[in-house]
Nanobody, 121 residues
């Protein structure tokens, strides 16, 4: 059974940092692209950052987080990370990791439950 477990969310002040982690089990990790999505109240879910399979040579970031967020993967730990710096109140959302057998652009096959990130002004 495939399982994705996020951790690292919480409450942080404007300008602060958080690092999210997502540990994956039940699939061959290196064969999957990984992505972090977020959904704020009343808004659609959006892809924030993603990384390609295996060595993760390709990454994608949405414009609003470029230069502030960094995605990385550790295949030895079956874990994907999202380092978030210079956080803004508009980054407040539930952040979920997901795995795709096809591409870092999706579609995504498996999802975690999500972790809440709240940025106070």
């Amino acid at each position: 059974q495939v399982h994705l477990q996020e951790s690292g969310g919480g409450l942080v002040q404007d300008g602060g940092s958080l690092r999210l982690s997502c540990t994956v089990s039940g699939l061959t990790f290196v064969n999957y692209a990984l992505g972090w999505h977020r959904q704020a109240p009343g808004k659609e879910r959006e892809l924030v950052a993603s990384i390609s399979i295996s060595k993760g040579t390709r990454t994608y970031y949405r414009d609003s987080v470029k230069g502030r967020f960094t995605i990385s993967r550790d295949n030895s730990k079956n874990t994907v990370y999202l380092q978030m710096n210079s956080l803004k109140p508009e980054d407040t959302a539930v952040y979920s990791c997901a795995a795709s057998r096809r591409s870092e652009r999706g579609p995504y096959d498996y999802w975690g439950q999500g972790t809440q990130v709240t940025v106070s002004s």
